[in-house]
């Protein structure tokens, strides 16, 4: 069994992007589009959680708890001393304007706060309101979204050049053979990008190699992208505005596989000054609901990152990995002692738990497995890691 496991391993596709946990997803949208507005309800969102500590990296960027229904549960179940959720961070970017690459508005920052995010929640207003006036002169979703898609492209034109340059004068001129399959890798990107004017995440088909050369220049056209759609409060409860369609048509036929959620900003700032009963009063009777879990969840998935629980009376906690993590890696996120000491994962699949109503319950009717190194961890299971360490034979 356990040769298979290794098999299955190495397998598993290479991702576009940074490698790690701490990873960011930044709001981008031309100016008034409700880009603060949707962070501040993030960040309300964040205010409310109780029993972690208040965090605001800086006053545009913020740590969102998930919501998760599995680590309520599990809170509930243990009533623990200490609790601590998975957490999306968001970066609330200023509004891009049309020749942002070229330094129009505060261009150059913008485009550098986006690329020290990962992904990216692309926002569009589909709302009329003569009071909030559109830099454009008129509300065009397609036309908005088309802008910062070319503002990104070309800002990536502008960082190829380079790059190439610099390849060209060593790896052709000067011959250096060891550095030509990325000059090669590089000029298939530039005939993509430059010349087919197209994002490089649109390809689904980059290899390994050619994955390994684009996490190391980090484009932002590679970044996922999910698109928010900023509606008026009556157009999302009657679910219908003019833009939908044309929205959804222009995002399936550039952007094939990503996705478009419709909200309402001023709808998810009202819901949060309501109390619980309230909340739950006003969306029976308006037959809607807040989309806000949805995005969140959403955002997290964008990264590539999941997490697992441990749980107990001391402490329930979520700690995120990315996906595809074995279980030595998975350990090395709570200490390095569980990695470098690994002995095996003792996992629990969350619905198993809540069956059976208990961790002996789940251990009765041989859920409660005991897996290996092989192990690639999956959302939500809760783990138990035994380890060895140098000075103690034993230790949980």
Same mark, same amino acid.
């Given at each position: 069994m356990s040769p298979k496991k290794s098999?299955? &391993? @190495? *397998?598993?596709? @290479?991702?576009?992007?940074?490698? &790690?946990?701490?990873?960011?997803?930044?709001?981008? &949208? =031309?100016?008034?589009? &409700? #880009?603060?507005t949707f962070f501040n309800v993030l960040t309300k969102s964040q205010a409310s959680a109780e029993n972690f500590p208040f965090c605001t990296i800086d006053p545009n960027e913020s740590r969102v708890p998930i919501p998760d229904e599995r680590y309520d549960y599990l809170c509930q179940f243990h009533k623990p001393l200490s609790k601590v959720p998975a957490f999306l961070n968001v970066v609330d970017i200023a509004g891009l304007v049309k020749g942002a690459h070229a330094g129009q508005g505060l261009g150059n920052a913008f485009l550098s706060h986006i690329s020290a995010c990962d992904a990216i929640f692309h926002m569009t207003r589909a709302f009329e309101d003569e009071d909030i006036i559109h830099v454009e002169g008129c509300v065009d979703p397609v036309r908005d979204m088309e802008i910062i898609h070319e503002e990104l492209r070309l800002k990536d034109v502008e960082?190829?050049?380079?790059?190439?340059?610099?390849?060209?004068?060593?790896?052709?001129?000067?011959?250096? *053979?060891?550095? *030509? @399959?990325?000059?090669?890798?590089?000029?298939?990107?530039k005939n993509w990008v430059v010349d087919e004017k197209k994002h490089v995440r649109y390809n689904h088909e980059w290899n390994d190699k050619e994955i390994e050369v684009l996490n190391k220049y980090l484009l932002l056209t590679s970044k996922p992208m999910i698109y928010l759609v900023n509606l008026s409060e009556k157009d999302y409860i009657r679910k219908k505005n003019k833009w939908l369609v044309k929205i959804k048509e222009?995002?399936?036929?550039?952007?094939?596989?990503?996705?478009?959620? @419709?909200?309402?900003?001023?709808?998810?700032?009202?819901?949060?000054?309501?109390?619980?009963?309230? #909340? #739950?009063?006003? $969306?029976?009777?308006?037959? $809607?609901?807040?989309? =806000? $879990?949805?995005?969140?969840?959403?955002?997290?998935?964008?990264l590539q990152l999941e997490y697992f629980f441990t749980a107990g009376p001391d402490e329930v906690r979520a700690w995120t990995v990315r996906k595809g993590t074995k279980a030595p890696q998975a350990a090395g996120k709570i200490h390095t002692d569980f990695e470098k000491g690994f002995i095996m994962a003792e996992v629990m699949k969350f619905a198993d738990l809540k069956e059976e109503g208990s961790e002996n319950a789940v251990k009765s009717v041989g859920k409660y497995r005991q897996l290996g190194r092989n192990y690639t961890v999956e959302d939500g299971d809760i783990i138990f890691f035994k380890f060895n360490t140098p000075n103690q034979p034993k230790k949980k």
């Open positions: 098999d299955d &391993g @190495p *397998k598993q596709a @290479p991702l576009i992007g940074r490698f &790690g946990t701490s990873l960011k997803i930044g709001i981008v &949208g =031309l100016p008034n589009v &409700g #880009k603060s960082l190829i050049g380079p790059i190439i340059e610099k390849l060209e004068k060593v790896a052709v001129r000067g011959g250096d *053979k060891k550095l *030509k @399959p990325e000059y090669d890798i590089m000029c298939k990107i222009w995002v399936d036929s550039h952007d094939p596989g990503a996705l478009v959620i @419709p909200f309402s900003g001023g709808l998810e700032l009202k819901l949060q000054d309501m109390s619980d009963e309230e #909340k #739950k009063k006003y $969306t029976e009777e308006h037959k $809607t609901q807040s989309v =806000l $879990t949805k995005i969140i969840k959403t955002g997290y998935s964008a």
